[in-house]
């Protein structure tokens, strides 16, 4: 005798016949799909199928030719920005080749990733190399990323581009005190309060351990007791210095049909070889790389004083006398220091910075050196209606106001003539009281920025033109980072309100 189906059972039974089709349509449709080349759109916005070229964004640790969507960790290091070329694109897989070899890789999906193929594609591959953004990090970080490995002390974005982003089902979230990494058994990175890799966990000690020749020390303070200045380092690995612009014509500087500027005019000092102080290694070869630039760039007079000629007595001569006769209310006077700055604390309270000329006395700093409220007192004698100081020595006491930010996009010619007609007397400098102005390879870290700030790494609307403001908002992090919170510049404004500018080429 047959039974009767419950109207209940009927209708489960219907719903699993509709959903039985419903899979069997999506096999379908993601079998066709799987038939056509599936698209990366790249951070840069780039769309990326087969056929394109590529190249890598982080560094890629292959495992026999193998790679796979949660970044396992393997044997042989792709180094970021290689260049490849995309062979087969999919839903679950990608090949490639690296260009000039003919073996091909596979990367690979695997479903702990968390996230579409697609998507995390393009955290690994891309249209445009970071070749800036490595650029501007540590020598520390720099090493590591060429190593492939994690070092104590480098940052976050040290070790993604070092070591790929860790698999995301075991560290959700960048911010994580600890990133997980897998490989032949597990890696963790930990970080400290401020970012930086605090110890390495399956990995040897020794081996995590960064060299001690990374970093050069500018020493900005006099000898201590022992008469001794603190060691100084050689890098083994240094990041390449920034490139001069070829213009070798003056230029006329414009905003529309105004001219910003009648001319511009700079003094640059640099000095290593003090009769009191501890001898330096690259402020005058920094000093000559700023002058060389400014001429580059087309301006108009750049006056140089080295070593033995910066005397306290012609540095206020230079500033005080001779600068007010080759400047009037329409220039633009630049005044860059490279040297030994020192911070006196008063009786009162607060802080007074100095400059120190190559015939400074350690033992009477007031006397022999240039403080910042002479250096304030003398921007006051140039009839330049914009004055800029870039000082390449730490110290404090500056009472500065920060200047005004950028509006973003816009043609920048009204702007540009508006904050330009309001005379300024602003300022950068290396650090603050206390800190070293560091050396790479015979060169200051602050001035590399510097130069490439003004060259138009600062331009952050990309409107052509760079201010004051934006070079202290460009500086400022990437020597902080650079050098591992050791050195912090100080930027802001000393007299007037309006801004100074700079349009690079």
């Known amino acids: 005798m047959g039974t009767t189906q419950h109207p209940i059972d009927r209708q489960v039974a219907r719903l699993r016949r509709l959903q039985r089709a419903a899979l069997a349509v999506c096999a379908i449709a993601t079998l066709a799909l799987g038939c056509r080349s599936m698209v990366i759109v790249d951070n840069s916005g780039n769309r990326l199928t087969v056929g394109s070229t590529a190249v890598t964004l982080v560094n890629l640790h292959a495992s026999k030719k193998t790679l796979s969507s949660v970044n396992r960790q393997g044997d042989e290091l792709i180094r970021v920005c290689t260049q490849v070329q995309i062979t087969e694109l999919g839903s679950k897989r990608m090949s490639f080749k690296i260009t000039g070899s003919p073996q091909p890789y596979s990367f690979r999906y695997h479903k702990a990733a968390s996230e579409p193929f697609a998507k995390n594609l393009a955290r690994y591959f891309g249209s445009r ?155 005058s070869n920094d000093g000559r790389r700023v002058a060389q630039f400014l001429r580059d760039e087309g301006w108009d007079e750049v006056i140089e004083i080295y070593d033995d000629e910066a005397t306290r007595r012609r540095m206020l001569k230079m500033l005080g006398t001779e600068l007010p006769r080759i400047t009037d209310d329409q220039t633009l006077a630049m005044i860059y220091f490279a040297g030994h700055g020192q911070t006196e ?139 591992r919170n050791r050195q912090t510049p100080q930027f802001g404004t000393m007299e007037g309100t309006g801004e100074i500018v700079f349009m690079p080429r």
């Open 345 to 483: 604390t008063l009786p009162g309270g607060g802080k007074r910075g100095y400059l120190i000329p190559v015939d400074g006395d350690t033992d009477d700093v007031f006397s022999t050196a240039i403080s910042m409220d002479t250096v304030r007192d003398l921007s006051k004698r140039t009839p330049a209606k914009h004055v800029y100081y870039a000082i390449d020595a730490c110290y404090s006491g500056l009472a500065l106001t920060r200047g005004i930010t950028r509006p973003g996009g816009g043609p920048p010619d009204v702007y540009l003539q508006k904050i330009t007609s309001v005379p300024a007397v602003q300022i950068i400098t290396a650090g603050a009281d206390g800190e070293q102005a560091i050396e790479i390879g015979g060169q200051g870290l602050f001035t590399s920025y510097l130069l490439r700030a003004m060259q138009g790494e600062a331009d952050f609307n990309h409107d052509g033109a760079v201010t004051a403001s934006e070079i202290g908002a460009y500086v400022r992090p990437q020597v902080t980072n650079a050098s």
């Open 129 to 283: 190399c970071p070749k800036e953004q490595i650029a501007s990090m540590s020598p520390l970080d720099q090493y590591g990323i060429e190593q492939g490995r994690p070092y104590i002390g480098m940052t976050r974005q040290g070790i993604i581009l070092a070591m790929g982003y860790p698999p995301k089902h075991r560290t959700p979230s960048l911010a994580a005190n600890s990133w997980r990494y897998w490989g032949r058994k597990a890696t963790f990175v930990k970080f400290d309060a401020q970012g930086l890799v605090q110890y390495v966990q399956g990995m040897d000690a020794a081996s995590v351990k960064p060299p001690a020749n990374l970093a050069l020390a500018r020493n900005d303070s006099p000898p201590d007791a022992y008469g001794e200045p603190e060691p100084s380092y050689t890098p083994s690995y240094t990041p390449p210095p920034p490139q001069a612009s070829r213009r070798r014509k003056p230029v006329t500087i414009q905003a529309g049909d105004g001219r910003l500027y009648s001319k511009r005019v700079a003094v640059v000092i640099g000095i290593n070889e003090y009769k009191h102080w501890p001898s330096l290694t690259g402020a």
